[in-house]
């Protein structure tokens, strides 16, 4: 079955960095785009970062030039590099990923970002 998981979260002062980490298995990980999530509070859940079988990335504005996603498929993993965080950065941060038409998500890592 497909299953994904998620960590790396936890609390930060403004101005660091954190690096997410997401565990795939259950399909063939290398072949799959891969995405990350986030909702804060009181929010709608964002796409913001993407990566395709063949590495391309794409990323919200609100993160661009922050945020570095890229995968090791070798090690099934995908990873999310915060840097420069915000306060507006808190949020739990989930990992997508549609290996046979439909979305799967894993359990989510809070990060907290303070000022």
């Known amino acids: 079955q497909v299953q994904l998981v998620e960590s790396g979260g936890g609390l930060v002062q403004a101005g660091g960095s954190l690096r997410l980490s997401c565990a795939g298995s259950?399909?063939?990980?290398?072949?799959?785009?891969m995405d990350w999530y986030r909702q804060a509070p009181g929010k709608q859940r964002e796409l913001i970062a993407s990566?395709?079988?063949?590495?391309?990335?794409n990323y919200a504005d609100s993160v661009k030039g922050r945020f570095t996603i890229s995968r090791d498929n070798a090690k099934n993993t995908l990873y999310l590099q915060m840097n420069s965080l915000k306060p507006e950065d808190t949020a739990v941060y989930y990992c997508?990923?549609?290996?046979?038409?439909?979305?799967?998500w894993g359990q989510g890592t809070q990060v907290t970002v303070s000022s």
């Open positions: 997508n990923a549609s290996p046979f038409g439909r979305p799967y």
């Open positions: 990566i395709t079988s063949l590495g391309a990335t």
């Open positions: 259950g399909f063939i990980f290398s072949i799959n785009a």
